[in-house]
């Protein structure tokens, strides 16, 4: 991923919709990825993973998408809630658990 | 089950000062990672731990240290603070990062660095 400096991409979306966000990886040679929310005063915390075999990964209304081809990953979030209201990180994972961390984008649902 | 516990939360120093964090990990957990977060650079990888040895280590300079403990607790230290070395610094911990199905970091809430 690439690091966006102090200003976040912001998406901003309707309570109820989906939501889509994206990421560019940036190491072909990764083989596991993983989605991240980070809300204020807090760490990160997981989401769902997908390894580089899989194409597509479900969890409860969560919804990642790997394409290898063109180093992309995205996280679909089904009919948003106001809890979901944070930044969201991609990572890649390069050896052991020694993370590279996309620089995020901010998720802000509108009630 | 306790999640990952790091303290201090908040701590301010002053240039040229050093400074130590520590983790403990999920119980059971061997493996303990730290992460440097900033708004500029993001999110970036520091060392991580495993069985007390330093495993892997991201492009930080000497100054960044850590060390593991038999009980996986973990502490890295900051020595010579400098202006930019203020962050939330982040610990992670997992099972075993070489088992295929447990590579799941969790992570603490931070210690907040503020070098002044």
């Known amino acids: 991923g690439e690091s966006v400096g102090l200003h976040l991409p912001t998406l901003s979306v309707q309570e109820g919709d989906n939501s889509i966000i994206n990421c560019a990886y940036s190491?072909?040679?990764?083989?596991?990825f993983i989605w991240y929310k980070q809300e204020s005063g807090k760490g990160p915390q997981f989401i769902i993973d997908?390894?580089?075999?899989?194409d597509k990964r479900q969890g409860q209304r969560v919804t990642v998408l790997l394409n290898k081809t063109v180093k992309h990953l995205s996280l679909q979030i089904a009919a948003t809630q106001p809890g979901d209201s944070a930044v969201y990180f991609c990572a890649e994972n390069n050896a052991g658990n020694m993370l590279t961390f996309g620089g995020g984008t901010r998720l802000m649902v509108k009630p | 089950k306790a999640g990952v516990t790091q303290t201090p939360r908040y701590l301010i120093k002053t240039r040229g000062q050093q400074v130590t964090l520590s983790c403990s990990p999920i119980s059971g957990h061997r493996s303990v990672s730290w992460y440097q977060q900033t708004p500029g650079q993001g999110l970036q990888f520091l060392f991580e731990?495993?069985?007390?040895?330093?495993?892997n280590k991201g492009n930080f300079p000497g100054r960044f240290s850590g060390r593991q403990f038999s009980n996986s607790r973990s502490e890295m230290n900051v020595s010579t603070l400098e202006l930019g070395d203020s962050a939330l610094y982040l610990c992670?911990?997992?099972?075993?990062?070489?088992?295929?199905?447990?590579?799941?970091?969790?992570f603490g809430s931070g210690t907040q660095l503020s070098v002044l």
């Open positions: 997908i390894r580089s075999n899989m």
């Open positions: 731990y495993f069985s007390e040895t330093q495993r």
């Open positions: 992670a911990s997992s099972l075993d990062p070489e088992a295929a199905t447990n590579e799941k970091l969790f």
């Open positions: 190491n072909s040679a990764s083989d596991y």
